[in-house]
């Protein structure tokens, strides 16, 4: 008797827009079936329609994971309707600008949970369920900012400087529970969050000529241009679906040269 092939299935948080809705996308292209976090309702209920269309059986989860239940309903909520979970990938993020001496108590708690503790509790909820299926993949979305000195960003560079140190210790974690934790460090994508946060830097800065700060950028990045979701969203679902089980705790960088190693 054949014994049919089990259908995949991954959860990605931010999913409602940007390099996270674009992931959900590629992922039901290839006909996994997906979840959909966010906090957003109505663009997130959009990308799950839109991963329909794809013929792929797709659910939204509405989730807020600045909340200490928010990552574990989220995965239940996962589990109850598709009862297994491949791979999970951690894109959501907040992000703040602020000058660095008027930063506040409030942004570094929202940037902190959402961006490290939300992953942190995530991973471990999707792992004790990955385990039970015998393995399973988690890709964090980490930034060249993680590596920079950024000091009217200072939250958010440290808080990505936090998700690469989660998945270095998941990745020794899980390894011998045949569960690959990697990461993705896209360049520049202007999705609503970059296009937000470079307009408030330029404002910090005193520049005035928001398209002239945004070329002096671009041009900074080796490649000589910005990247797009559809580019880093490949990378994502090459490691999802079909980078060897043998490479954990690597951080891939899909950043025209910012990154280098
Ligand atoms: N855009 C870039 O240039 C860039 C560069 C490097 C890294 N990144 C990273 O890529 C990832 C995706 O970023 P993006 O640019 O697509 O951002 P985005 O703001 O366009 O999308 C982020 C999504 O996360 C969701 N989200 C935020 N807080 C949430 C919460 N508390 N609970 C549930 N959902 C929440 C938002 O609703 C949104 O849909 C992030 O991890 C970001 O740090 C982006």
């Known amino acids: ?10 959860l990605v948080t931010g999913a409602a827009q940007g390099l996270g809705r674009e992931i959900c996308l590629q992922m039901a292209a290839r006909g996994w079936r ?3 976090a966010d906090l957003n309702k109505d663009a997130g209920r959009q990308c799950t329609q839109d991963c329909q269309q794809y013929g792929s059986d797709s ?3 509405w989730v807020d994971l600045e909340t200490t239940e928010g990552p574990e309903q989220m995965v239940a909520a996962a589990l109850q309707h598709f009862g297994r979970l491949d791979v999970l990938i ?4 907040h992000a703040t600008v602020e000058p660095f001496i008027e930063m506040t108590a409030r ?4 940037t902190l949970l959402v961006n490290v503790r939300d992953i942190a509790l995530a991973t471990a909820t999707a792992a004790r369920q990955m385990i039970k299926q015998g393995g399973g993949r988690i890709i964090n979305i980490t930034s060249p900012a993680s590596r920079m000195a950024l000091p009217n960003y ?3 560079a440290a808080s990505k400087a936090a998700v690469d140190s989660l998945t270095r210790s998941a990745a020794v974690a899980l390894a011998a529970k045949n569960i690959q934790v990697n990461s993705v460090a896209p360049g520049m994508m202007d999705t609503p969050m970059q296009v937000k946060t470079e307009a408030m830097i330029a404002t910090i800065e005193g520049q005035t000529d928001l398209n002239a700060f945004l070329a002096v950028r671009t041009a900074r990045i080796p490649a000589g241009r910005r990247t797009t979701c559809a580019e880093v969203a490949a990378a994502v679902v090459w490691l999802a679906a079909d980078a060897p089980s043998y490479m954990t705790a690597e951080r891939l960088n899909i950043s025209g ?3 280098k190693d």
């Open 154 to 156: 200072a939250a958010y």
């Open 59 to 61: 659910i939204f989860v």
């Open 90 to 93: 951690n894109c959501a993020a």
């Open 34 to 36: 997906t979840i959909v």
């Open 107 to 110: 942004s570094w708690e929202q």
């Open 257 to 259: 040269g910012l990154d």
């Open 1 to 10: 008797m054949k014994v049919p092939a089990i259908q995949k299935t991954v």
